[in-house]
């Protein structure tokens, strides 16, 4: 086994593990405050906000929102969500291991969630599902990472 492939192997060890725990962290965090965020503007309190299709349109904005508030800073400056700085992991360039640009951090946040919801929303499940399950191919990566051009790696 050559020295780059013995490092390649120590890298991602744990990696979907640890991918898992920090999209867990991530999803505590972004719970409570989406709830805050939408108990303090009222968002979705009033008996016009259910009339369709203004729910699915109000929750969508509401937790990208609350997705941008609690994870735009660190993604853009250092390529990390707050579960994956808990978790020592970091989101970078498959090229160069640069950090992404904003626009690659969006698609790939969004665009593999928005495809499925253009198609249906019955489908967005199973679309989801197929991203994700991309991560059991040996490079360890996301659908929404092949998009991107990005590799979540552990930090040394």
Not at 43 to 65: D, F, K, N, Y
Request: net charge positive; proline share 4%; with cysteine.
């Amino acid at each position: 086994m050559s020295e780059a492939s013995i490092a390649q192997t120590e890298q991602s060890t744990g990696l979907r593990g640890r991918r898992l725990v920090a999209t867990l962290i991530d999803l505590l965090i972004l719970g409570p405050t989406a709830l805050f965020i939408m108990l303090a503007t009222g968002i979705i309190e009033s008996a016009e906000a259910w009339v369709m299709p203004q729910p699915i349109i109000r929750l969508t904005l509401l937790a990208v929102g609350s997705y941008i508030l609690l994870n735009g800073y660190t993604l853009t400056t250092a390529g990390q969500t707050l579960g994956k700085r808990v978790m020592g992991l970091r989101i970078q360039s498959t090229h160069d291991g640069a950090l992404l640009p904003w626009w690659k951090l969006v698609l790939r946040t969004y665009a593999v969630v928005a495809v499925g919801a253009l198609l249906t929303i019955n489908i967005l499940p199973l679309v989801y599902l197929v991203n994700v399950l991309f991560i059991f191919g040996k490079p360890q990566r996301c659908l929404h990472d092949y998009l991107a051009g990005s590799v979540v790696v552990r930090m040394t």
